[in-house]
């Protein structure tokens, strides 16, 4: 009898071990899942209302490109890399709206080597401020950014009034109209146009990390 009830009682620890197991699995899969969806994504970035950290980069014309040598007017900055796909859709719309906002600096932060960003330059033919940058400048950890295209506004002073992934001139739009508003209101409702704006563009983004 007692060898019945040994072999039962194992059996039965076998089973509880299995099943924590697949609830520690299921909760990682769904946080992996939170973290790739668009109010994931919205949480990234620094939070609204940080200074921006300064940084000190090369563009494709051999000059600095330094957060605070744009003080006094409000900044665009926008991590991209060539390996993106929306990045490259995204570049001609963002032509066109620096156009239509002279008064905005506009700054392309390139996740790639030198080399890697003057070809994406020539390819896609940009003439915006286009700086890269190396995993070893830790650019992306210190704004806090794991997806291109993500993109900041910043106010005259260098502080952090809008973020969020940039697909099309008119997504850039809506955060444009929350810098003008100071970052008022409430940022669920903002987070929300955001998401409903940029969910299907988003999927691509994911799939092309920088």
Same mark, same amino acid.
């Given at each position: 009898?007692?060898?019945?009830?040994?072999?039962?009682?194992?059996?039965?620890?076998?089973?509880?071990?299995?099943?924590?197991?697949?609830?520690?699995l299921?909760?990682?899969?769904l946080?992996?899942?939170?973290?790739g969806?668009a109010?994931?994504?919205?949480? $990234?970035?620094?939070?609204?209302?940080? !200074?921006?950290? $300064?940084?000190?980069?090369?563009?494709?014309y051999g000059?600095?490109?330094?957060?605070?040598?744009?003080?006094?007017?409000?900044v665009?900055?926008?991590?991209?890399?060539?390996?993106?796909?929306?990045?490259? !859709?995204?570049m001609?719309?963002l032509?066109?709206?620096a156009?239509?906002?002279?008064?905005?600096?506009?700054?392309?932060?390139?996740?790639?080597?030198?080399?890697?960003s003057?070809k994406f330059?020539? $390819?896609?033919?940009?003439t915006?401020?286009?700086?890269?940058? !190396?995993?070893?400048?830790?650019?992306?950890?210190?704004? *806090?950014?794991?997806?291109?295209?993500f993109?900041?506004l910043?106010?005259?002073?260098?502080?952090v009034?809008?973020?969020?992934?940039a697909?099309? *001139?008119?997504?850039?739009?809506?955060?444009? *109209?929350?810098?003008?508003?100071?970052?008022?209101g409430s940022?669920?409702?903002?987070?929300?146009?955001?998401?409903?704006?940029?969910?299907?563009?988003?999927e691509?983004s994911?799939?092309?990390?920088?």
């Amino acid at each position: 009898m007692e060898t019945p009830w040994l072999i039962s009682y194992i059996v039965l620890w076998l089973i509880v071990l299995t099943l924590g197991i697949l609830v520690l699995l299921l909760y990682r899969q769904l946080g992996i899942m939170y973290l790739g969806s668009a109010e994931g994504v919205s949480r $990234d970035g620094l939070e609204k209302g940080t !200074t921006a950290p $300064d940084f000190n980069l090369i563009d494709q014309y051999g000059n600095a490109q330094r957060l605070s040598a744009y003080r006094g007017r409000p900044v665009l900055l926008l991590f991209g890399s060539p390996h993106c796909s929306p990045c490259r !859709t995204l570049m001609p719309q963002l032509h066109d709206w620096a156009r239509s906002h002279p008064d905005v600096g506009v700054v392309w932060l390139n996740a790639a080597s030198e080399d890697e960003s003057l070809k994406f330059v020539s $390819d896609l033919g940009a003439t915006l401020p286009v700086a890269p940058y !190396t995993p070893e400048s830790k650019l992306m950890d210190r704004y *806090k950014v794991r997806v291109t295209p993500f993109m900041f506004l910043l106010d005259e002073r260098g502080i952090v009034r809008a973020k969020g992934l940039a697909n099309t *001139k008119s997504g850039l739009d809506l955060y444009y *109209k929350e810098l003008r508003s100071g970052g008022a209101g409430s940022d669920q409702g903002q987070d929300q146009d955001h998401e409903h704006e940029h969910e299907h563009e988003h999927e691509q983004s994911i799939a092309q990390r920088a």
